[in-house]
């Protein structure tokens, strides 16, 4: 089992505050003999369809370390390879990267950042890391 983010149970909470039901923590991910763990897994049912409810798993990333390149070097890697293995395994759930609103208004506000956002297709959910709380959802 993987180590929790630093950031792991604020966006839990964060979450949970909006209406989404944490349905695994973490979410398994088998390919072939090479297991894998994706930080969360979560459901949203809306009322209009009840039983078709939204899945999503969530992959938490700091970005503490001295380099944000190397951070987005890390994250985005890692994020492409569950997102194609949740193609595979299961296409009704949608992946994004939960970073912190500094690395936000950092890398990911810079020509690089949003280059690779516009490039690889993120979905991210950017996370008050102060107070808590999600700021938006990039889709």
Same mark, same amino acid.
């Given at each position: 089992m993987p180590a929790r983010d630093l950031y792991h149970d604020i966006v839990v909470e964060a979450l949970i505050a909006e209406g989404w039901a944490i349905t695994d923590d973490p979410l398994f991910l088998g390919y072939g003999n090479r297991p894998m763990y994706v930080d969360l897994g979560a459901e949203k049912s809306t009322l209009a369809a009840e039983k078709d409810g939204h899945r999503i798993a969530v992959e938490i990333k700091s970005f503490t370390s001295k380099s944000p390149v190397d951070d987005l070097h890390d994250a985005v890697g890692q994020y492409n390879v569950y997102r194609d293995v949740l193609s595979d395994t299961e296409p009704d759930r949608a992946l994004y990267l939960a970073i912190p609103n500094q690395a936000w208004e950092g890398i990911?506000? /810079? &020509?690089?950042?949003?280059?690779?956002? /516009? &490039?690889?297709r993120l979905l991210m959910i950017v996370f008050d890391e102060r107070q808590g709380g999600i700021i938006k959802w990039i889709n």
């Open positions: 990911f506000s /810079e &020509r690089l950042g949003r280059l690779v956002i /516009e &490039r690889q």
